[in-house]
T-cell receptor, first 115, second 116 residues
Framework: AQSVTQLDSQVPVFEEAPVELRCNYS??????LFWYVQYPNQGLQLLLK??????LVESINGFEAEFNKSQTSFHLRKPSVHISDTAEYFC?????????????FGTGTRLKVLA | NAGVTQTPKFQVLKTGQSMTLQCAQD?????MYWYRQDPGMGLRLIYY???????DKGEVPNGYNVSRLNKREFSLRLESAAPSQTSVYFC???????????????FGEGSWLTVV
C-alpha cells in the first residue's frame, strides 16, 4: 500500500537557522509529490510540488524540496527560517491508476521557529 | 476571490444529533473532497466527488454521507453524531482527478466540530 512518512512530528529551530523537514514515500509507480503548509486555524495551502522535470523545486518564500527517486524522498529545506514560518507542514503524494484515486497526506511536521 | 467556503466554522453537537456541513467552491473545479484532521493522524479522506454526479468513499466514510448538489457544492452529513466524530473537517477542491493527475488541492478554512 502506498504511504507517506514524515519522520518528525515536531521540529524546533532558532530563527535564521536552516531546517530540513523529512518526507519519505512508498510507491512502486510514478507519483506526484507535494508539500502543503497549514498556518494556525487555517486550511492547508500548497507550498510547492514536483510533477516532472528538474528534481529540485522551489517556493516563492524560500523553501525548496528535492525529489530523490532512489531514496523515495522529498525532503523540504530552507536555509534560513523566519518566525513567520511557524506552521504545520504536510507532505503528500498523488497518483491515479486504473481509475482509482490516491492522494495521500503524511501526518504532518510542526515547525516551531524560536526567537 | 473566495476559493473554497465551508460553513459552519464551529459547531457543538450532542451525541445522536444530525448536521450538515456545507461547502462551495468558485473555481469551476470538477473534483471536491471532504477530509477530517485529527492530532497525530494527519488528514484522512472521508468522501470525494471526482465530478458532478459522482461520489466515492475515501479512507474513513463510516458515519458520513455526502451530496454533490451541483458543480459548486458538496455537502457532508453526519446522520447520528458520535464523540469519535469530534474533529476538524476540511472541504477541498481540485480541477480534476484523472490518470496522471498532479493537480493541486485547494482547501477551505475548516469546520471545528465537537460532539459531546
Amino acid at each position: 500500500a502506498q504511504s507517506v512518512t514524515q519522520l518528525d512530528s515536531q521540529v524546533p529551530v532558532f530563527e535564521e537557522a536552516p531546517v530540513e523537514l523529512r518526507c519519505n514515500y512508498s510507491s512502486s509507480v510514478s507519483v506526484y509529490l507535494f508539500w502543503y503548509v497549514q498556518y494556525p486555524n487555517q486550511g492547508l495551502q500548497l507550498l510547492l510540488k514536483y510533477l516532472s522535470g528538474s528534481t529540485l523545486v522551489e517556493s516563492i518564500n524560500g523553501f525548496e524540496a528535492e525529489f530523490n527517486k532512489s531514496q523515495t524522498s522529498f525532503h523540504l529545506r530552507k536555509p534560513s527560517v523566519h518566525i513567520s514560518d511557524t506552521a504545520e507542514y504536510f507532505c503528500a503524494v498523488s497518483r491515479t491508476t486504473s481509475g482509482t484515486y490516491k492522494y495521500i497526506f503524511g501526518t504532518g511536521t510542526r515547525l516551531k521557529v524560536l526567537a | 476571490n473566495a476559493g473554497v467556503t465551508q460553513t459552519p466554522k464551529f459547531q457543538v453537537l450532542k451525541t445522536g444529533q444530525s448536521m450538515t456541513l456545507q461547502c462551495a467552491q468558485d473555481m469551476n473545479h470538477n473534483s471536491m473532497y471532504w477530509y477530517r484532521q485529527d492530532p497525530g493522524m494527519g488528514l484522512r479522506l472521508i468522501y470525494y466527488s471526482a465530478s458532478e454526479g459522482t461520489t466515492d468513499k475515501g479512507e474513513v466514510p463510516n458515519g458520513y454521507n455526502v451530496s454533490r448538489l451541483n458543480k459548486r457544492e458538496f455537502s457532508l452529513r453526519l446522520e447520528s453524531a458520535a464523540p469519535s466524530q469530534t474533529s476538524v473537517y476540511f472541504c477541498a477542491s481540485s480541477e480534476a482527478i484523472r490518470r496522471g493527475s498532479g493537480n493541486t488541492i485547494y482547501f477551505g478554512e475548516g469546520s471545528w466540530l465537537t460532539v459531546v
